[in-house]
């Protein structure tokens, strides 16, 4: 491993979090794994009723441009100014275009950016923010797919994600591991110069670790895991504490159908991670199209949400499809 020269980041104090209160759910009527997770997770996270909007929509990998201005639009009507954040649970579809459907929802279609999926990406405004009410200081709602492979796999993500609201960080709380991969795959791997310095965090019970290889060797509870390999294996032997985060950089994560030749982003959340990120077109290895590695963990040690700590730590994510369960929040406090 190449000797990496890592140093803590500093980011903005966390402000609040969106939780059950806060946050809107979408349900496909026309997808029976939309209805039965979707209900589920409304019951299980007592969800307004008025926060729930029922629609039909399409049921396949990439809604056209009209199709998603007509989603965007229906969303827009239907959620008003309390609802901070968003849950679209469904599998597919999980893009609109070359842009992810989380992106599609939360920041509207892009026309230029299908023909240069490689150039810059248009910046988030909600990029390492403090806001815990991203919707009143920043005019965007975040969104996550609800996504697992099956509806048992689903209501078991969000079982997940209820079981680690407030489990980490007190005293006496399960010791936890932060890993950063530095695979051999150097276009992959170009986000090791931003891993944190490895080490203990007492004051939250979290180790940071920066090892090579591709996945962990060990039998560590894991918190949070960040790779670069196009495709993974071993996933099933890893060891995960409800809310745990786990992405890997490499270009077709976002790709949910499981065809592009490359792991994607479900492959965690079926290992029993609780959220998850990956590109749905060619995004070539820009850094800012991709979880920033200590803006994740130091606003999710904060007690943002899973939906929070990963959309602020994506300065590009058009391309980015944000999914698992959004309200997981295993260091929020009361």
């Not at 491993?1 to 903005?12: A, G, I, Q, T, Y």
């Amino acid at each position: 491993m190449r000797v990496l020269r890592l140093r803590w980041e500093r980011v903005p104090r966390v402000i609040g979090r969106v939780d059950a209160h806060s946050l809107g759910v979408v349900i496909n009527e026309d997808d029976p794994y939309s209805v039965e997770v979707g209900e589920y997770y409304v019951a299980r996270r007592q969800i307004p009723a008025e926060h729930v909007l029922r629609l039909r929509l399409p049921r396949h990998p990439r809604l056209s441009a009209a199709e998603a201005v007509e989603l965007r639009a229906s969303i827009e009507r239907h959620f008003g100014a309390e609802v901070q954040g968003m849950a679209l649970v469904w599998v597919q579809p999980w893009a609109a275009e070359c842009q992810s459907i989380t992106a599609a929802v939360s920041l509207g279609l892009d026309a230029q950016l299908c023909a240069r999926t490689c150039g810059k990406g248009a910046p988030s405004r909600y990029f390492n923010s403090p806001s815990g009410a991203p919707w009143r200081d920043h005019s965007l709602r975040p969104s996550m797919l609800l996504a697992a492979t099956s509806a048992e796999a689903g209501k078991a993500l969000v079982d997940r994600g209820l079981a680690a609201d407030g489990s980490l960080g007190l005293r006496g709380a399960l010791p936890v591991h932060a890993y950063y991969m530095v695979t051999n795959d150097a276009r992959r791997s170009v986000r090791a110069p931003l891993f944190p310095p490895p080490g203990v965090l007492r004051g939250v019970a979290v180790t940071t670790h920066v090892e090579p290889g591709d996945l962990p060797t060990g039998e560590d509870p894991l918190l949070l895991l960040q790779t670069g390999q196009p495709v993974l294996t071993g996933l099933d032997r890893l060891h995960w504490v409800p809310g745990a985060l786990a992405d890997h950089l490499t270009s077709y994560g976002g790709q949910l159908s499981g065809h592009s030749g490359q792991t994607s982003a479900l492959a965690w959340i079926d290992a029993g991670a609780t959220a998850s990120y990956g590109t749905v077109s060619e995004p070539c290895n820009h850094i800012q199209k991709f979880p920033r590695p200590q803006t994740v963990l130091l606003h999710y040690l904060q007690g943002a949400s899973a939906l929070e700590a990963y959309w602020k730590s994506v300065r590009w994510p058009q391309q980015g499809l944000f999914i698992g369960e959004p309200l997981a929040a295993p260091f929020a406090r009361p």
